[in-house]
Nanobody
């Protein structure tokens, strides 16, 4: 089992920045792929960004050029730097992990991720 805890959410003005972090514990060998997902009430969960253990990354088109995903394997941590936040980025953000590789073409579908954190709220107001 892998436990994931997100930190760093909050409220900012549109155009501002936030940095999310996710700490993994437990069987951290099962975190070959780690990613960030977001979900608004009544909507499906969508992939934001993912990174594999070798640093390969994928992003949703809506965040390319604004968000940067990174990880520190030695500290079992995942990060998401969000710049130029827009009101439409306001969601609950979740950290997720999977033993497998992420894949190079797109952020993995949520159903393919085995482990999930409880989420942290991000709000960007205009």
């Amino acid at each position: 089992q892998v436990q994931l805890v997100e930190l760093g959410g909050g409220s900012v003005q549109a155009g501002g920045s936030l940095r999310l972090s996710c700490a993994a514990s437990g069987y951290t060998h099962s975190t070959g792929c780690m990613g960030w997902y977001r979900q608004a009430p009544g909507k499906e969960r969508e992939g934001v960004a993912a990174i594999d253990s070798h640093g390969g990354t994928t992003y949703a088109d809506s965040v390319k050029g604004r968000f940067t995903v990174s990880r520190d394997n030695a500290k079992n941590s995942l990060f998401l730097l969000m710049n130029n936040l827009k009101p439409e980025d306001s969601d609950m953000y979740y950290c997720a992990a999977n033993p497998d590789v992420c894949g190079a073409d797109r952020v993995p579908y949520p159903a393919s991720l085995a482990y999930w954190g409880h989420g942290t709220q991000v709000t960007a107001s205009s």
